[in-house]
């Protein structure tokens, strides 16, 4: 799956910016910029969470905004702003960011206090 969108003006939702979105199952890229263009890019597998937002504004125009959490130096925080099909492309960036790091074998494990840690370093000291 592919998405490709512009960012929007919250005037009527029209898409006369300089500002592109290209998102597959492994990459985000950023596009800005008419006289001067900057393109960046993030992997999937760097992508930690992703929320999405709408304001009264963005309802009214049918668009939205998705924040992606991420471990990248250039942008820990990469917003998509402004986008139709807001909620596909979160979803999808949700998707597509879990199989990434699956493959890659990064997945982060949490310790939620179960208060089973003592079990797990008894099976690891006798070789389990």
Same mark, same amino acid.
């Given at each position: 799956?592919?998405?490709? !969108?512009?960012?929007?003006?919250?005037?009527?939702?029209?898409?006369?910016?300089?500002?592109?979105?290209?998102?597959?199952?492994?990459?985000?890229?950023?596009? !800005?910029?008419?006289?001067?263009?900057?393109?960046?890019?993030?992997?999937?597998? @760097?992508?930690?969470?992703?929320?999405?937002? $709408?304001?009264?504004? !963005?309802?009214?125009?049918?668009?939205?905004? =998705?924040?992606?959490?991420?471990?990248?130096?250039?942008?820990?925080?990469?917003?998509? %702003?402004?986008? %139709?099909?807001?909620?596909?492309? @979160?979803?999808?960036?949700?998707?597509?960011?879990? !199989?990434?790091?699956?493959?890659? $074998?990064? =997945?982060? +494990?949490?310790?939620?206090?179960?208060?089973?840690?003592?079990?797990?370093?008894? +099976?690891?000291?006798?070789?389990?």
């Amino acid at each position: 799956m592919e998405f490709n !969108e512009r960012k929007r003006w919250l005037f009527f939702g029209l898409p006369f910016t300089f500002t592109k979105y290209h998102i597959v199952d492994d990459m985000i890229t950023v596009t !800005e910029g008419l006289f001067k263009t900057t393109e960046n890019d993030c992997y999937m597998y @760097k992508v930690q969470d992703v929320e999405m937002t $709408r304001t009264l504004a !963005e309802k009214i125009v049918k668009v939205g905004t =998705v924040i992606c959490y991420t471990g990248d130096t250039t942008h820990p925080t990469l917003v998509i %702003k402004h986008v %139709k099909h807001c909620k596909e492309i @979160k979803e999808f960036i949700l998707r597509a960011s879990e !199989e990434a790091r699956l493959k890659r $074998r990064t =997945v982060n +494990m949490l310790d939620i206090g179960t208060g089973e840690m003592a079990d797990i370093h008894d +099976m690891v000291d006798h070789g389990l």
